[in-house]
């Protein structure tokens, strides 16, 4: 079993739903990021988060550290927004573990 | 701020041969993290390189190393090239040792033939 585990693997909608991206972890983190990845492999961090809620623009962040579960959602989605969404946590030591990724296909 | 920069970006070897890449990290971020991207085993840690030392490393061979320079920029380097080792090679950087926000690299696309 993967230490961080993401669903769905594959999410498709319309423009303008609203969407939920999910990360569970099975180990003890300080820090979560949520990642944003383009066809051609460019990767934008999105949010760090060790606790509670964070928001930028359409995106909210959230994370539970006692359920060890953080949700990524998307408020009016767009086309632009057909991505991979990464969720990576800081476990033991200085690494980035990271889940399997959600790829999101938002249709117009 | 310019972003973090990687060279070259794309590379084709065959199998046997060695490579080195390049990562120059966000002026004053001292850590940098170099991770392997495939279609299989998704995103992996490499390594992570602070003030020239390395400080932590994943479950590769030694085949992969790297070093980093007074500079902070980074170099990983793949011997004897294997059809597997075909990937995009990431590398991030941060301002410090701890949780920090990390800044992704354009990656390198390495194809082994």
């Known amino acids: 079993k993967n230490e961080v585990e993401q669903s769905p693997q594959n999410l498709t909608a319309q423009e303008g739903e609203f969407i939920t991206i999910n990360c569970s972890y099975s180990v003890g983190i300080s820090a979560l990021h949520w990642l944003q990845q383009h066809p051609g492999g460019g990767i934008v961090s999105l949010f760090m988060?060790?606790?509670g809620k964070k928001k930028h623009g359409r995106l909210i962040a959230t994370i539970n550290i006692q359920e060890k579960h953080s949700s990524l959602h998307i408020t009016a989605s767009h086309p632009r927004d057909s991505a991979v969404y990464i969720c990576?946590?800081?476990?033991?030591?200085?690494?980035?573990?990271f889940g399997e990724g959600t790829q999101l296909t938002v249709n117009p | 701020k310019a972003g973090v920069t990687q060279t070259p970006r794309y590379l084709i070897k065959t199998r046997g041969q060695q490579v080195t890449l390049s990562c120059s990290p966000i002026?004053?971020?001292?850590?940098v993290s170099w991770y392997q991207q495939t279609p299989g085993q998704g995103l992996q840690f490499l390594f992570e390189y602070f003030s020239e030392t390395q400080r932590n490393k994943g479950n590769f061979p030694g085949r992969f190393s790297g070093r980093q320079f007074s500079n902070s920029r980074s170099e990983m380097n793949v011997s004897t090239l294997e059809l597997g080792d075909s990937a995009l090679y990431l590398c991030?950087?941060?301002?410090?040792?701890?949780?920090?926000?990390?800044?992704f690299g354009p990656g390198t696309r390495l194809t082994v033939l």
């Open positions: 991030a950087s941060r301002a410090g040792q701890g949780e920090d926000t990390q800044y």
């Open positions: 990576a946590v800081w476990a033991s030591g200085s690494r980035l573990t």
């Open positions: 988060l060790s606790s």
């Open positions: 002026s004053g971020h001292r850590s």
